[in-house]
């Protein structure tokens, strides 16, 4: 029997034989009862051929996938039969020369996508006319092309990656479009938004990178919202800089617009998983406004002529300090050929004293060093302490309020042009897109602990 047609696609073992024995077959409509005497009413799925053969998996009323084991279920009853075609339509996006022109570039990621069962893998959907059969609304802001750079994971993103991409940004910008959007996935957005803050200076047009936390066959997907958001940011926001769009609340009142050099993914599951870091969001977007809460950014300028600078050098890394860390780490990255070390150090930047001879060893053979603050919010400020005035001597180079992983990015970027000290020192503490501000805001850093009287209380009347 060819897999096409095996009625029971990708079971296989004891799964496979209790399905057998209840005479149900996939995408059949069944009424399944647990040994517990619950009731699950769905559609059976597709299993994927790389997960146990222990499970059996219902599409839900609701949407949900739950996985039920086989030997809880004490009865399947089929009351229906549908094979589901899971492709997303494909339409012809149509053109309208009065709105602004958008280019989607996707790296990757899940921010319009179907499922392939056979795997368990999300397809994206990534031509204008499956984005405009999945998201019909893009046609009314903008007139949408697409460009697929590469599909990776984002945790596959590297140096190749960015150059090409930062290239296609340049490319894209000269052929005069109003907007790009970057889809990309959202484990490492903050690095990549980072380096792009570096390599694409003094942009003309608003470059928006977007992603979701929640693929397309979801209830709770906050895929297609994240791409009107981001598209409406592309080709109407007055923000020319390289920013992330993502849900702002954990709601789908408006979502955020963050500066891609003081951003960072906060939380593995959250739609809010994005935060500003150390400052506050450029503007909320909303499907029919913007609000810029930011008093400062670059503004959209079609004159202005942008700067393409896609140097790296990957032979950097960041070490996270922990108490006890030993000096024979910071001795094999010098053994290995690395050229550049972020500390993201404890406090106001500080590391325990038996890396100090290490550290020097490391900056004497050319390794350059900076100091970055594993707190997150906050500033290196390496003179208060005798531990931060010895690292100071030894050569470790404070980088204030730089974000560890903003910093990594800079560093590679800045070692692509330069391996002189000074420079590297200059070129470090040098801004260009706000990854270091003179001082945090007031409301910059704000947690708000649950569990506490006065924030229940808060959440209750505020929070809808």
């Avoid at 479009?177 to 938004?193: E, S």
């Avoid at 070490?319 to 050929?337: N, Q, R, T």
Wanted: hydrophobic share 40%; glycine share 10%.
């Amino acid at each position: 029997m060819t897999q096409e047609k095996d009625p029971l696609k990708g079971y296989r073992g004891l799964a496979r034989s209790r399905l057998e024995q209840w005479g149900v077959r996939v995408w059949s409509d069944v009424r399944l009862v647990n040994s517990a005497g619950s009731v699950f009413e769905g559609v059976i799925l597709p299993r994927s051929e790389t997960f146990d053969d222990l499970h059996v998996v219902l599409k839900l009323r609701n949407g949900y996938n739950v996985g039920v084991h086989v030997d809880r279920v004490s009865s399947i009853e089929e009351v229906g039969y549908k094979e589901a075609v899971y492709k997303i339509p494909e339409k012809e996006f149509p053109v309208r020369p009065n709105l602004p022109r958008v280019t989607l570039l996707g790296t990757g990621g899940t921010i319009a996508s179907r499922l392939d069962y056979r795997t368990g893998a999300v397809i994206p959907a990534f031509t204008p006319g499956e984005l405009y059969g999945a998201v019909p609304e893009l046609a009314d802001i903008c007139n949408l092309t697409t460009r697929k750079l590469f599909g990776v994971f984002s945790e596959n993103m590297s140096k190749d990656q960015y150059v090409a991409l930062a290239e296609a940004i340049g490319q894209e910008i000269a052929d005069g479009v109003d907007g790009l959007v970057i889809g990309h996935g959202t484990d490492t957005m903050g690095h990549t938004a980072a380096i792009l803050s570096f390599m694409v200076q003094q942009s003309p047009v608003p470059i928006v990178m977007v992603g979701s936390q929640r693929s397309s066959d979801r209830p709770s997907s906050d895929a297609a919202l994240n791409l009107i958001h981001a598209v409406r940011a592309a080709a109407y926001g007055d923000i020319a800089e390289v920013q992330i769009c993502m849900f702002g609340p954990t709601s789908d009142r408006y979502g955020l617009l963050h500066r891609g050099t003081r951003c960072r993914k906060m939380h593995s599951s959250y739609r809010s998983t994005f935060r500003t870091v150390g400052d506050i969001p450029l503007a909320t977007v909303s499907r029919d406004d913007f609000t810029y809460i930011h008093g400062e950014h670059l503004p959209r300028d079609r004159s202005r002529k942008v700067l393409i600078d896609s140097a790296y050098d990957d032979r950097t890394t960041i070490l996270y300090y922990y108490p006890g860390m030993s000096p024979d780490l910071v001795d094999a990255l010098v053994e290995k050929g690395y050229h550049g070390i972020v500390i993201a150090g404890t406090g106001l930047g500080h590391v325990n004293k038996p890396l100090y001879p290490a550290l020097k060893k490391a900056i004497q053979s050319g390794v350059h060093v900076v100091m970055a603050v594993q707190t997150l919010w906050g500033y290196a400020q390496m003179y208060v302490y005798d531990t931060g005035r010895d690292l100071l001597d030894i050569g470790v180079v404070p980088l204030d309020n730089m974000l560890p992983e903003t910093a990594l990015m800079k560093l590679s970027w800045v070692l692509g042009h330069t391996r002189d000290h000074a420079e590297v020192t200059r070129m470090m503490r040098r801004v260009i897109s706000h990854e270091i501000t003179p001082r945090e805001p007031h409301n910059g850093y704000l947690i708000l602990q649950g569990g506490l009287p006065e924030v229940e209380e808060f959440i209750t009347s505020h929070w809808k």
